[in-house]
T-cell receptor, first 114, second 113 residues
Framework: AQSVTQLDSHVSVSEGTPVLLRCNYS??????LFWYVQHPNKGLQLLLK??????LVKGINGFEAEFKKSETSFHLTKPSAHMSDAAEYFC????????????FGAGTRLTVKP | DSGVTQTPKHLITATGQRVTLRCSPR?????VYWYQQSLDQGLQFLIQ???????AKGNILERFSAQQFPDLHSELNLSSLELGDSALYFC????????????FGPGTRLTVL
């Protein structure tokens, strides 16, 4: 069975400093991996996805993530945090051969301090 | 805007009642998924439909049911409501091609008093 673990439930950074949100996955297959963002009282928005092409994936709003098979990780990074990045971030693993069965991590709440 | 619509946006009801949440998927998407998000349980997958047929079940209670209609919109029915059913309910859709992401609607916030 596949699963994801988000290693930090809460991350706090200062505006203009780098962001690192950590995610480890477990999957029997070659997985699809996603990062979604949820702003308060909003739905989930796709930031980026990995689907076995390039291991470094660029997403929206300056975010990127690197798929590391040897470490079973898919960490999300951004060079410089902006106040508008404050939100909840979800790492997701999907089994494309099983009805796109998606397993969500518990989420990481990102706080950005001025 | 993901292209997935959900109605109503908010719903307040009493324990024991029954409600229906509605979802319209993105144009062309055949698959609809329902999720429940609560503070204590996080985001949980409930059920998936593909082109009118149930395809996968997650942590869906027997008091809950869903269906997908010929026009591909879907409804989630919640009955004998309890206080603990208060949550955000999301609908998502996908093309169900391999490796396709899901697109989420804005959610319906259900409050059971």
């Amino acid at each position: 069975a596949q699963s994801v673990t988000q290693l930090d439930s809460h991350v706090s950074v200062s505006e203009g400093t780098p962001v690192l949100l950590r995610c480890n996955y477990s999957s029997s297959y070659s997985p699809s991996l996603f990062w979604y963002v949820q702003h308060p009282n909003k739905g989930l928005q796709l930031l980026l996805k990995y689907t076995s092409a390039a291991t470094l994936v660029k997403g929206i709003n300056g975010f990127e993530a690197e798929f590391k098979k040897s470490e079973t990780s898919f960490h999300l990074t951004k060079p410089s945090a902006h106040m508008s990045d404050a939100a909840e971030y979800f790492c997701v693993v999907s089994d494309p051969y099983n009805n796109n069965d998606m397993r969500f991590g518990a989420g990481t709440r990102l706080t950005v301090k001025p | 805007d993901s292209g997935v619509t959900q109605t109503p946006k908010h719903l307040i009801t009493a324990t024991g009642q029954r409600v229906t949440l509605r979802c319209s998927p993105r144009s062309g998407d055949l698959s609809v998924y329902w999720y429940q998000q609560s503070l204590d349980q996080g985001l949980q997958f409930l059920i998936q439909y593909y082109n009118g047929e149930e395809r996968a079940k997650g942590n869906i209670l027997e008091r809950f049911s869903a269906q997908q209609f010929p026009d591909l919109h879907s409804e989630l029915n919640l009955s004998s409501l309890e206080l603990g059913d208060s949550a955000l309910y999301f609908c998502a859709s996908s093309n169900r091609l391999a490796r396709d992401e899901q697109f989420f609607g804005p959610g319906t916030r259900l409050t059971v008093l």
